[in-house]
């Protein structure tokens, strides 16, 4: 990308501490989560965007159906051999920059079930970047996890990966 | 015309290439599996005519767990673990269809208290899957905040769940031998203010959507699915209550005692999307009689069976005698055998008619567990009740059959 | 009514009738349990009894119908014994979509038989994932 590379080989300065620490901030607060329920955590998933638990004090309201709108995945459930390669298309559908949360012990690990017809943790086919475990988690650890990745998005500022 | 399936094989629809009404080709598409709102991954491979849906077949298998197969790689009582998880909108009745199934085999019986918190706990888990449904059903017509209200007090079930289990969703809470530990006061604290105000809420419910103009629009008249296709379907629950056909397997064929409590069975003749709207919502205030019932009558005892070879001792025991550590041992160890057999039993959900189906060589680990699914079945019911309509009424069709993948798929 | 010669077994497990059926005459069998009035098929499935020795099984994989009769509620089992690679029965063979639902369609192997591994990762210092990594040729 052209500014970004632009604004690395202009080193540390004020442009890319503060106009960083402006992007950071306006990124981690406006996560958009792609709607990735796929079992049992995904019904978790949707308590946390209702009102008890609300995910939309932290930006993430905004649960889009489209990949291509969506900057953060949420992957909510066990990931069968017949959905692995659709994980990864939808993965790659998403535009930069992008995150990934797996949500549940399942989607983290393979969970309870340790056998043929799961995939033993979603960072077999994506790059994981927070992992939450439970079975399923509650919704304030979901909530959680979301804080932990918008220190991440805060910190990186407008430096590449 | 073929279309490309995920893993590069074809998948051929014999419709396409036909001639549409205005002399249009047919139109395929695909309707997720990652898409808002078929209620899980399901994918439809659907035949339009314009808007009007021709052909319409379901592919499954996106969320297929091997619980089956993983069952007969663990011990009795640890399979309790895997049965919550696949249809997982209803856990307790999962877990109440395999331990009444390995009690079959066994050939014990539960104590009254054990049955009435067995009650209990499947009326709860009936009324947090029904208002799954209706907040989900809601959201995907757009009266969002039906969703808000629906899973507040879904949140308020959980909250009791984790009172009497520790667990929130998968309780493991019913096991084959009674049921995990006896419920505190606090629980039916919390049980007796949730009774209080459930029916105002269901009220409320009402109010946003039985005579709410665009709901009755959305659901009146779509999805027919007349009694005698459900029947040749095999059609369970709401899906064959909403067609005029009393079929509740709590009724007809009861189990852990619902015949000593006092409710009717839900049906409406209606047979389209609003008639099974009216059904759930009848069925959950059938529920909170049920639940007010069986807390009246409540018994008092133990709510294990008092067998030690299939169930720990307490724990106070092992200080002091011998067997009861070589039982601690040997269960946790080996674990129990079930004597040879097979065994079927059904039980109500939310879906329907959800069954465990177990097949004993006498180990220590099941040879085969099978479970009837009430979404697999009622999904086959999908393309007749979608035939003509248009697309957009697909979404409520496939609300409407109330599916939950991990059911499906297992 | 069935003809009592189709029927080659029956009891009662645990409260459940069952009979067993010749699997060459499954469909005449089932056809006559439907004008009986078992007119619900409740499931299809299929149990795998390599190595079992808990009794003498007359074949390897043993097919179950369980029917239930709605009106006067009552359910029954059909069992039927069939053997071989791949086994053949009416109610399978013949199908004119017979494809995979459950697995990606080019899976290679069936694995709810017995022979077939539990799969999965080993997981190290458990007593079990040898077991559950190799096909079991013994019970």
Redesign the interface.
């Known amino acids: 990308m052209g500014l970004e590379d632009l604004v690395d080989s202009l080193g540390q300065n004020v442009l890319t501490t503060t106009v960083g620490k402006v992007i950071g901030w306006g990124r981690g607060n406006s996560v958009w989560p792609a ?6 955590c ?3 998933m ?2 946390t965007a ?3 638990v609300d995910i939309a004090r932290f930006g993430s309201e905004a649960m889009r ?1 489209s ?1 291509r709108q969506a900057d953060l995945m949420i992957v909510s ?2 990931v ?4 692995a ?2 994980l990864r ?2 993965y790659d559908q998403m535009p930069e920059p992008k995150w990934v949360i797996s949500m549940g012990a399942c989607a983290s690990t393979g969970g ?7 995939l033993q943790g979603v960072d077999k086919v994506v790059p994981v970047d927070v992992y939450i475990p439970g ?2 988690p ?1 919704p304030e650890d979901l909530l959680n996890a979301l804080m932990i990745l918008q220190e991440r998005i805060k910190a990186q500022g407008i430096v590449t990966r | 015309m073929s279309i490309e ?5 074809g998948v051929t629809i014999t419709q396409s290439g036909q001639q549409g009404a205005f002399g249009g080709e047919l139109l395929t598409i695909n309707f997720g ?4 709102s078929t209620h ?2 399901l994918r439809l491979i659907v035949d339009l005519d314009g808007e009007k849906v021709k052909r319409v077949k379901p ?12 069952m ?2 663990l011990r009795w009582q640890q399979g309790v ?2 049965t919550d ?1 696949h249809d ?2 209803s856990p307790p009745i999962n877990n109440l269809a395999y331990a009444l199934a390995v009690e ?2 066994m ?1 014990v019986e539960v104590p009254p208290r054990a049955q009435a918190l067995r009650v209990i706990m499947s009326e709860l888990t009936r009324l947090s899957s029904h208002l ?1 449904w209706l ?2 059903s809601g959201i995907e017509l757009g009266a969002m905040s039906v ?2 209200y629906c ?2 007090e ?2 308020t079930i ?1 909250d009791m769940n984790e009172e009497i289990s520790g667990f ?3 309780t493991s809470y019913i096991r084959p031998g009674g049921v995990m530990a006896d419920a505190t006061p606090r629980f039916f604290d919390l049980l007796a203010k949730f009774l209080r105000e459930m029916p105002g809420h269901i009220d409320e419910y009402e109010d946003l959507l039985t005579m709410n103009p665009i709901w009755r629009a959305r659901t009146i008249g779509i999805g027919r699915l007349a009694p005698e296709v459900a ?1 040749v379907v ?1 059609a369970s629950g709401p899906m064959i209550r909403g067609s005029g056909i009393a ?1 509740d397997l709590r009724k ?2 009861p189990y852990s005692g619902y015949e000593n409590y006092d409710f009717e069975v839900a049906t409406n003749d209606g047979c389209d999307c609003y008639a099974r709207y009216l059904v759930r919502i009848q069925e959950m205030r059938e529920s909170v009689k049920i639940l007010a019932q069986a807390v009246d009558r409540l018994p008092d005892g133990p709510v294990n069976v008092d067998d030690r070879k299939m169930l720990p001792p307490p724990r106070e025991e092992l200080e002091t005698s011998m067997e009861a550590v070589i039982h601690h041992f040997k269960l946790f160890t080996e674990g129990y055998s079930v004597p ?5 039993v ?1 039980v109500e959900s939310g879906r329907g ?1 959800n ?1 465990c ?1 177990i ?5 220590h680990k099941p ?2 567990v ?1 479970f ?1 699914s009430a979404s697999f079945v009622n999904l086959q019911a999908l393309e007749r009740m979608a035939l003509d309509h248009m697309v957009a009424d697909l979404v409520a069709i496939i609300g409407t059959a109330d599916t939950v ?2 059911d499906v ?1 297992r | 009514m069935i003809a009592e010669e189709l029927i080659t077994d029956k009891g009662v ?4 009738e ?1 009979i067993t059926v010749a699997a060459p005459r499954l469909r005449e069998a089932l056809a006559a349990l439907k004008e009986d009035g078992y ?5 299809l ?1 299929c ?3 390599l190595a ?4 003498e099984w007359p074949a390897r994989f043993e097919l ?1 119908y ?1 029917l239930r009769d ?1 009106e006067k ?1 009552r ?1 029954l ?1 059909v069992r039927a014994f069939v053997d071989g690679d791949p086994p053949q029965i009416d109610s399978v063979h013949g199908h004119p979509a017979l494809t ?7 899976w290679v192997g069936h ?2 038989r ?1 022979d ?1 591994p ?2 999965g990762e080993p997981v190290e210092f458990s007593e ?1 994932h040898e ?2 990594l190799t096909p079991p040729t013994e ?1």
């Open positions: 709607q990735f329920g796929l079992a049992c995904a019904i978790e949707i308590s209702t009102a008890g159906a990949p459930g066990r069968s051999q017949k959905m390669p659709i298309t939808i309870v079930f340790n056998n043929y017809a799961l079975c399923p509650r | 399936d995920t893993t590069g094989q599996p990652h898409h808002p899980g991954v592919v499954i298998g996106y969320l297929h767990t091997g619980i089956e197969k993983q007969e790689a673990v895997c998880r997982y909108l079959r085999l050939g799954v907040g989900t969703l808000m899973f507040r879904r949140d959980m929130r969703m998968h029947k095999g079929w007809v064929m040879p057999g097979d065994v079927y059904a008619e069954g189906y097949s004993s060589d006498g180990t040879r085969r099978k009837r993948l991990g798929d | 497990s645990a409260g459940d069952w007119r619900l098929l409740v499931f499935s149990v795998d009894h079992d020795s808990s009794r179950l369980e709605m509620l359910d089992r995979r639902i459950l697995m990606p369609d080019d694995p709810l017995r077939y539990v799969g079990e077991t559950w019970a």
